[in-house]
């Protein structure tokens, strides 16, 4: 019979395309969140080892198999004097061949097993790496180079703390205030192993960045132990939740940052201070601060005022509002008792969950469009549930529209933009995602 009598043109066309399509799918050139390329660190080095032995082993499987169907298709094939009924001699059962192939890929998993825990040991493997930093200025820190990593709807916190016994607390609960914390963006030196503490403050999610290691869930209630990332080059690395969570799933990305020592120190140094304002701005917020109520003159302090009374009971500012801010206020108001820290946002590379960018990758100005348009109604960015948990519960899972006037909006991305230092023109450039 000859094959066009079995299928007809039709059919052979869509299954082209399928396979097309298939084939095409494979194609993602240089994607950022590709697996198996630019892979950083010893970490991701010893994922692809392990998982380039299996895969030999599955080629070698799979060719023995697809030529055993070839061989048997081609050895029992119709020929030409095939009669109705007339079948080969049949037979049922062999108990050779079913020991055979029981136990076969029952010792070739066990042999994979084997490699598998080890590679997992090792992954989890947990070693006292202190680091002398070097602060502007001349401070020393002593950093065990960890990071509390905090899953939340739909974003992700990175705490930094210098003294290693905080990190036995084990829950977040117990954690103390972080020395420094940042949102979306992870900061860390190249060449040096971090482990991170994965935790969640919600739902699980997943934090995974491809190129430095494998992924490590986000349990609530729990800090599962370290996962160790590590960079041997400058650059920004980009990850994404890999665990569903809700409606802004894939809007909950981030971004590693991996810097030269001394770019590292000053980076942290940099961080530990207040947004830095000028000296009549710093006299307003004082005023504000003792109970005063001057008018605001200029730009940054409207910016200043509209961020204490509109920002304030979710956002820390440091310098700004620390006086307005505390973490019970922030519970009252989200689900999730967390809302990004302000006080450096404009250090970082990307807002909203990772996927706006705050200073543009091109041209390297600050995105005051889509800061604006994420001010004025964030709902229209990034789905978000827009209403309270319930009627009795009035606690919100986004940031909700502030309802803010063009005045307010001008200030207060004005204000978000001297908020931190502006990253190199390398990191701008290398943070823009295809
Ligand atoms: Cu968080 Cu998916």
Redesign the pocket.
Known sequence: MRVAERFDRRTLRVLGFIALMVFLAACAGDAELDTRTDLQGPEAAEIESFLNWVLYIAYVIGAVITGAVLYFWWKFRVKGDYEEGDWPEQSHGNNALEIGWTIAPALLLAVIAVFTISVHASLNDREDNPINLELTGGEMKVWEPEVVVI?Q??WWEYQYHFTPEALDAQRLENLPPADLVTATQMVIPVGQEIELEVTSRD????HWIPSLNGKRD?VPGRQTSPWKIEADEPGVYFGQ??????LS??R?RMQVVALEMDDFEAWVSAQMEPVALEAGDQAYVEALVAGESPSPEGTIQRGINTFRTKCSSCHMMEGVAEDLWSEERVAEQLVAGAAPNLTHFASRTMFAGGIYYVWDPDTGQFNDNDVRAWLQNPFALKENYTDPVSDEDSRMRGMPNLGLTTQELDDLVALLQIAGDKPSDFIIEQSGVE
């Open positions: 899953g709807q739909w739902v699980i999610h997943s986000a939740c890999t665990e569903f969570c809700g799933h894939s909950m």
